[in-house]
């Protein structure tokens, strides 16, 4: 299975470039203490409230954006 993904990315650039866009984020996440799956649906979840405000940006979203407002404390690990 992981030889055929490996394969579908090696010879898609499109899926390639994708799979970059998801291991950046995963990064970033990781960067901020974020929990990964938290965050994606959080994203998922309210990405629709830029479909026609144009003045916002995406770049709220970021992980450590998201941090700085102290948006959803949720989507950060606990450290002990």
Same mark, same amino acid.
């Given at each position: 299975?992981?030889?055929? &993904? ?40 309210? &990405? ?22 102290? &948006? ?9």
């Amino acid at each position: 299975m992981l030889l055929q &993904i490996q394969l579908y990315v090696l010879w898609n650039h499109d899926a390639a470039e994708e799979t970059a866009i998801m291991y950046t984020m995963m990064g970033c996440c990781k960067l901020a203490g974020a929990d990964f799956r938290k965050w994606t649906t959080y994203v998922l979840t309210h &990405i629709h409230e830029y479909d026609n405000d144009y003045s916002k940006d995406l770049e709220d979203f970021l992980s450590l954006r998201l941090k700085e407002k102290g &948006i959803q404390q949720s989507l950060y690990l606990e450290f002990l």
